[in-house]
């Protein structure tokens, strides 16, 4: 890496990127890296989600960021990452050159992550690079309809989140909602949406997904697990296929199937594996998003209007879900690694160095997001918060997720209908709404208690 700094360009950007001194490298390493992984990067592991709770986790990795950022002038900083170099960035005009830079200079598959990914979706779009990786972001983007503000089955997926947050509603007059109940609820709409109604009770097919995501947890560094793990996703991929051969048309599944796919090499339909990932993932969005909303009676007036109003658009109750995944984010960071040579501030890395995006600090930053610790849905509303580069719970550009518009629909659609019979009263864990809102939640352990409207 040369860093010999172009000086005109380092002095319109400030500070060069600047490598982490050891004290540093050892901070970063125990206060970020290794509490996630001990939480698991694609299926956070409950017990360790509830610790942190306790012990306010994300605050100590926040304290390392900060101070890096503080010693270094905000520059991009370089530390030892897990596999080699990574640049961690800390300031918004370098946030804003990661999202500009193209999926092919900077890659979705470092090896680290793809290590774990490639265990549940060896085929995804996300551990695909090159052409492949191309071919594969268009099936998802058709399939997904990305680019569409309402999907072309928005009305059968409504239908199906009503029936199932119909089962799930409370029948005496104080009942709680808890999230077991959302989880049940959100995997058969999942296995609905993706696969079709023949899917709906194959409980068998969820529980082997999440034995792959927990193998995934540990980045491919069991190597005898990881290879046993081949033998269930083998399973589970021939589950998928033998539904989607016959899923009726508004489907995910069937929307893949029907991708050219000329050389055999795309896997249109092995795609699925993602989608089921990511609407599973929807339950607990949702179980924080109705926690914040039992938390904050104003907000959840204002909810539970846009709900009583009806719609598939219901943005209030849309801007609670975004500011939900802000406070509280699916993916906490973003982690790419370059392939080709990239210039950060006049600096020259060479390929094969990681860069990594810490979401989650960014997005609660006392010094940069206004109100930063607390449930401001309203954010969402005006604009400014959509195209602020500092706050990303769908990532920006080319990497940018295309299920945004298919998730919020889901959560939003799911969360209104309990929003429209039950108002939610006490909650567990209480999150006082005069206090600073905690860095993370205790998700698994969310009860809500639910009074008839
Ligand atoms: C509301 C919940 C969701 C959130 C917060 C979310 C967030 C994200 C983020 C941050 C990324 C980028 C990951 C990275 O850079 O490593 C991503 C990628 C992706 N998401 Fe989502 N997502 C959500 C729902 C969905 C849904 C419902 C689907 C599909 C059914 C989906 C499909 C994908 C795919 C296929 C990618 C990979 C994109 C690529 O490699 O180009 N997501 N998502």
Redesign the pocket.
Known sequence: MHLAPQHTEVLDAGPAPAPAGTAENLRFLLTHTLPAFVRGFVNPRPAVVKAYAALDQPAWSAATLRALRARHGGAPVLLRGISGPMLVLLDVQDLRQFYREP?RALA??PPD?NNGLSILEPT???C?HGEL?ED??RI?DAS?AAERPVHPSCEPYLAVVAEEAERIRPRTSRAVLDTPALRGALHRISRR??LGDAAADDEQLTDWLYVLRDEANWMGRRKKRTVAARAVYDKATARIEHYAATAPAHT?AARARTHPDPAGDLDPVG?AH??????D??SG?AARTLLLLASHPAEQDRAAADAAAGGTALPQLRAC?RES?RLY???PD???VTRAETTWRGVTFPPGTAVLVP?QFHQRDPEHVTAADRFVPGRWLTGDATGNNRL????HG???????N???L??TAFCAEILRTHRLARALPALPAERPLPGTVDTAGIRIGVVPR
């Open positions: 999926v979705m598959d992550k995804g779009v996300i695909s990786r594969r972001r998802n997904l949406v993706v995910l795609q993602h989608w089921l990932l990511a609407l993932g929807l969005v879900v995944l984010p699916l993916v973003l982690l790419r979401a990303a719970p769908f990532s080319g990497g940018r997720c295309p299920g945004e298919l998730g919020l889901v959560t």
